[in-house]
């Protein structure tokens, strides 16, 4: 079945360096969402990219979708303390299945 | 704001025993979920339903059954537990948005631990 990668699984990084986490598919996905949980607390939801090339930003996050449509990525730009959790992307399938990535679990070194 | 609930956020159980994980939802979303979480592996779709009565397997849903007799509740039962299945249990709903969004709102998660 349909499967998305997401890499790394754990990044550690001093506070105010950058974070990139990425997410991979072999084939082509209509759409991807990303999702943020603290530790502790429930995934809660980001954003959703469906167009070739979109870039979209809130604030210190940028998110890209990959011109094939098989690639997105995350990037935190001078992390937070309160950028801490895991950070998860997933592909809707049809109208109602979720494929998730495995996340990637950010901490951030006061 | 959507709010989604869960019976209880710790639970622990002995291996057999029958387990009831309940799930409400208040903004009339068609769609509900359960997942399972466990480190390392992300989360895992155990079973989903798109309308009151209807049910679909997820990728995991052997050792687990589901119920949905209202749109707003969605149950999910192991019907003889085993200690394999600790884990942390995660509720999600969905329904359409503004722009096509089908962004899935989760309750708190069920932390289940079986003895």
């Known amino acids: 079945g349909q499967q998305v990668m997401q890499i790394p699984q754990y990044q550690h990084v001093q506070e105010g360096e950058d974070f990139t986490t990425y997410c991979n598919s072999s084939t082509t996905l209509s759409n991807i969402q990303w999702y943020k949980q603290r530790p502790g607390g429930h995934p809660v939801f980001l954003i959703q990219l469906v167009k070739s090339g979109e870039v979209k930003k809130q604030k210190r996050l940028t998110f890209q979708f990959g011109e094939a449509k098989k690639n997105s990525s995350l990037h935190i730009t001078a992390t937070q303390t309160t950028d801490v959790g895991t950070y998860f992307c997933a592909h809707l399938s049809g109208t109602y299945k979720y494929i998730f990535g495995t996340g990637t679990r950010l901490k951030v070194l006061a | 704001d959507v709010k989604v609930t869960q019976s209880s956020r710790y639970l622990v159980k002995r291996t057999g025993e029958k387990v009831f994980l309940e799930c409400v939802q208040d903004?009339?979303?068609?769609?509900m979920f359960w997942y399972r979480q466990d480190p390392g592996l992300g989360l895992r779709l155990i079973y989903f339903s798109y309308d009151v009565k209807m049910k679909e397997k997820g990728d995991i849903p052997e050792g687990y059954s589901v119920s949905r007799e209202k749109k707003e509740r969605f149950s999910l039962i192991l019907e003889s537990a085993s200690t394999n299945q600790t884990s942390m249990y995660l509720c999600?709903?969905?329904?359409?948005?503004?722009?096509?969004?089908?962004?899935?709102?989760f309750g708190p998660g069920t932390r289940l631990t079986v003895t």
């Open positions: 999600a709903s969905s329904g359409y948005r503004l722009a096509g969004t089908y962004e899935q709102y």
């Open positions: 903004m009339d979303h068609e769609n």
